[in-house]
């Protein structure tokens, strides 16, 4: 339960919003340039993630698609083998979520390049990836130096990792000289 009591809701939703602020402007830019470069030379980017943070991992998935990129949702059966000259984008909040950590084993002894966006660097997968794209927020099952939320259990990083993963189909449009107007006849047209 929130400690937050009495707040209005425009008052929460203010907090929230300052909160994601906060978690983006320590979102380092290095690694953001990394991650546009490695998703430029990838044949095919696999993306991969669970609960929330899956869902802000698919809506990418998603994007990437309207900009043009050879994608594919990690857990659909129609998903192809990953080569060494693909890469795996993995949300993994702790950094230790176990499956996902048998996932990111395999990918690798393929060969292929793996960026991991996670809360902590310090743990498993972001410290074993190529590429770590920390997004510091508080996150469910994982401790650090982490931006705080009044928000329950790992709200806080799913908002803010789907923020970034927006701001990055931005910067990837620019790189790529897409226009907005490109996107949608890419999108599926059987709704």
């Known amino acids: 339960m929130s400690t937050f009591r009495g707040a209005t809701f425009h008052g929460r939703a203010a907090t929230i919003a300052a909160e994601?602020?906060?978690?983006?402007?320590?979102?380092?830019?290095?690694?953001v340039e990394r991650t546009v470069g490695v998703l430029l030379a990838a044949d095919t980017v696999f993306?991969?993630?669970?609960?929330?943070?899956?869902?802000?991992?698919?809506?990418?998935?998603?994007?990437?698609?309207?900009?043009?990129?050879?994608?594919?949702?990690?857990?659909?059966?129609?998903?192809?083998?990953?080569?060494?000259?693909?890469v795996l984008v993995m949300v993994n909040g702790p950094g230790t979520i176990g499956h996902l950590d048998y996932v990111f084993d395999r990918v690798q002894e393929v060969g292929a390049t793996t960026i991991v966006v996670s809360a902590?660097?310090?743990?498993?997968?972001?410290?074993?990836?190529?590429?770590?794209?920390?997004?510091?927020?508080?996150?469910?099952?994982?401790?650090?130096?982490?931006?705080?939320?009044?928000?329950?259990?790992?709200s806080l990083f799913e908002q803010a990792t789907q923020l970034v993963f927006d701001t990055l189909v931005l910067q990837l449009a620019e790189r790529l000289g897409v226009a907005f107007a490109d996107l949608a006849p890419r999108h599926r047209n059987f709704e």
């Not at 994601?20 to 690694?31: G, I, S």
């Open 47 to 86: 993306v991969i993630g669970v609960g929330r943070e899956g869902l802000a991992a698919r809506g990418f998935a998603m994007r990437l698609a309207h900009l043009g990129l050879t994608v594919h949702w990690a857990w659909d059966d129609t998903t192809p083998a990953v080569t060494a000259s693909d």
């Open 20 to 31: 994601l602020a906060a978690t983006v402007a320590r979102v380092d830019t290095d690694d």
């Open 120 to 154: 902590i660097r310090e743990a498993r997968t972001p410290a074993l990836a190529d590429v770590a794209l920390i997004v510091p927020a508080t996150v469910y099952r994982g401790e650090g130096d982490l931006v705080p939320s009044i928000q329950p259990m790992g």
